[in-house]
């Protein structure tokens, strides 16, 4: 009965609108008080206790890297450089534009932000070369999903954070999942590419090409050496390599590129803040409905209702996936993460499932719904970026979201993909 009482609740508050964290904090606190009598008090305690986390500064700090790169020119000659590698091949501007955002990806941590510094950019070029608007759109908004699984992953950092698993460990984990997404998204363009008659971006590979467009875009490309192997190499943590990032991309904006202004940074400050401020809110009242939940017991309780269907490790996994595909569709990647984790978490690990595993493909999972109507936020950014309708955009999404699927299910059912360079490093 607390179960359903709980659920319904905190779904019947976000139905009407109220704020998430909101609903999550009255639907917790509500819950406690008709069913286990413990304390109020106890929810600002553990809302302080979630906060109160080193590794939890990375969010903040990533997100305004991210931010200030896409306003210091470093997305632009990422660009540059995506064409120089990829240009030659049938439906080159859309083999570009997920080449960038993989590159992008490395750089940001964000699905969102990639769809706009990338999409800016590549939208507007493949509608001047008679690229469908709807499909340019719907494919930057997919190529966009993979900010959040190469590394710096925020919702990497979130899940680590949750769960106590390694931020380094999860970070390694992103690496060839994410280009394996990249791969099945340009295969798909390829194909629809071929089918539309769409031309080349430029006639040949070249290798001079490639290292003029490498001189142009070194110090873009730099990012992710200096951060991923700042981390790896012991030098500093991935908290330190996002405050690393954030001096970086202002260095190369106002010195090396000098495109950066005062009024971007005001921008990209006022960004972060709004978007951490909303971020930080839920946090802490998730950390009261995760203590709430296990109090109860209910993430047990719900793991012997999935196991009563079936107790075949493989089913629980589609079912598992099933759902947060979903969730994915309705509740964004950061909310997802932080109300699903507490439940899910102990199912999967008497499954045998690791813990870095378990965060990789529910981050894919909950990744694809920025794609997914009705509330896909990069489906928003690329609409906003081409001036597309939603539903036109959603339709030519199709095909990318179908492939995102089918290497999803890959990467939950053969864990070498994700724990490869994890198991290499230690």
Known sequence: MDIIFLFVFMGSLMSASI???????????????????????????????????????????????GNLMGGSGISKRIVIFAESLVGFITGGLAMITVTACMFFAAISGSGPATVSAIGSFMIPQMKEKKYDGAFAAALAAAAGSIGIIIPPSIPFVLFCVITGASVSDLFLAGVIPGIMIGVALMITSYFIAKKRNYPVAIDHFSLARVLKAFRTSFWALLVPVIIMGGIYGGVFTPTEAAVVGVFYALFVGFFIHRE?????????????????????????????????????????????????????????????????????????????MIILTPIFLPVVKDLGVDVVHFGLFMTVALGIGFVTPPFGSNLF???????????????????????????????????????????LAH
């Open 381 to 423: 950014v690329a609409s906003t970026v081409s001036r597309e309708r939603i539903d036109k955009i959603s339709s030519n999404a199709v095909p990318f979201i179908l492939a995102m699927i089918v290497v999803l299910f890959v990467l939950t059912y053969v864990p070498w993909f994700s724990m490869f360079l994890v198991r």
């Open 260 to 336: 950066l202004t005062v009024g971007g940074v005001i921008d990209a400050l006022r960004e972060t803040i709004v978007v951490n401020g909303a971020g930080t809110f839920i946090l802490g009242l998730s950390m009261s409905f995760a203590t709430y939940l296990t109090m109860e017991e209910i993430p047990m309780r719900v793991g012997e209702w999935i196991v009563s269907i079936s107790s075949s490790k493989y089913v629980v996994l589609l079912l598992l996936n099933i759902f947060l595909l979903i969730v994915g569709c309705f509740i964004d990647n950061l909310s997802s």
């Open 19 to 65: 704020p998430i964290g909101i609903s999550i904090g009255i639907a917790t606190a509500v819950s406690m008080k008709l069913f286990s009598g413990v304390p109020l008090v106890l929810i600002p305690q553990y809302c302080f206790t979630a906060i109160d986390s080193f590794p939890l500064l990375a969010i903040p700090y990533f997100t305004l890297a």
